[in-house]
């Protein structure tokens, strides 16, 4: 039978081992820069094949009329029939990502060191997983298929961003236009989520981060950024993510304590005064 284990046992395996709660702040934006490089990196490796990736798109689609989910159409028209709903969609899209991630593990980083490591190690490995979707199924977004509108290139003039997806005007280059599968997008979304319901009851902030995911979907799909799918794929990515960092702790983890001898019927038969009993004469 395995103990219970103790206090200390669960800081070291929530800690690095050696009692820290919290890693080095240096350390951590090395390794979130790196993480950036990466994801930039990987979106420019990634297969530059255009013809394939719109034959990639078209199978999508077609597996989301079998499945009934093919409404970019749809709410691509309707977003770009509000003009003003349009822009707040682009900005959204384009600058939320970038600030409300880093916000959030900052947060738990400052407020909540016990889970740091955890959420950080989910969005790492999530990313990862999603930059290898990137590489290896390339796909174009609505936004390069006939029908649809581009809504970023449409309220270009409002913003920093030009006609490339969302990199900033003149930086078009830099970015892969067919890294659509799955939505990172999404995928950080659920991560706030999942990391503000982990580390607070608050509701207002429950509240907030339920909207924020939620939005973060809509967005992804109205602007012609990305499909369904794309989204579910994004959230199946952190679900894993999630599912893979969750600490260790329990059967098989914590110490075994040593087993106690239980003495012998004889031995506790025996007199307690230390003596030895004495035969008696016949």
């Not at 509701?203 to 979907?217: C, D, E």
């Not at 799909?221 to 990305?226: E, L, P």
Request: charged fraction near 15%; include cysteine; glycine fraction near 8%.
């Amino acid at each position: 039978m395995y103990a219970a284990p103790s206090l200390t046992t669960l800081v070291l395996v929530i800690t690095d081992g050696r009692g820290r709660l919290r890693p080095r702040a240096g350390v951590e934006l090395a390794l979130l820069a790196l993480l950036y490089v990466g994801y930039s990196a990987a979106r420019l490796l990634a297969d530059g094949d255009v013809s394939r990736a719109v034959a990639n798109a078209y199978e999508l689609l077609h597996l989301e009329s079998l499945l009934h989910l093919d409404v970019e159409r749809s709410a691509n028209h309707l977003l770009t029939g509000v003009p003003g709903l349009a822009l707040v969609a682009s900005y959204w899209y384009s600058a939320l990502h970038y600030l409300v991630t880093p916000a959030v593990l900052v947060w738990v980083y400052r407020r909540h060191a016990l889970g740091y490591r955890r959420v950080r190690n989910a969005l790492v490995l999530a990313t990862a997983t999603g930059l290898a979707g990137f590489v290896l199924l390339p796909m174009a977004p609505p936004r390069m298929l006939p029908g649809y509108v581009d809504v970023l290139a449409t309220t270009s003039g409002s913003g920093w961003w030009g006609s490339d997806a969302s990199a900033p005007k003149g930086l078009g280059g830099l970015t892969n236009e067919l890294a659509a599968m799955p939505s990172l997008h999404v995928g950080w979304a659920l991560w706030v989520a999942w990391v503000v319901f982990l580390c607070t009851r608050n509701p207002w902030l429950r509240v907030a981060a339920t909207f924020y995911a939620a939005g973060t979907t809509l967005v992804v799909v109205g602007t012609a950024n990305h499909y369904v799918l794309d989204a579910v794929a994004g959230a199946v990515v952190v679900a894993v993510a999630v599912v893979v960092t969750r600490p260790r702790v329990g059967r098989g983890s914590a110490p075994r304590q040593p087993a106690r001898r239980q003495p012998s019927a004889a031995a506790s038969s025996a007199p307690r005064s230390g003596r030895h009993p004495v035969p008696s004469a016949r």
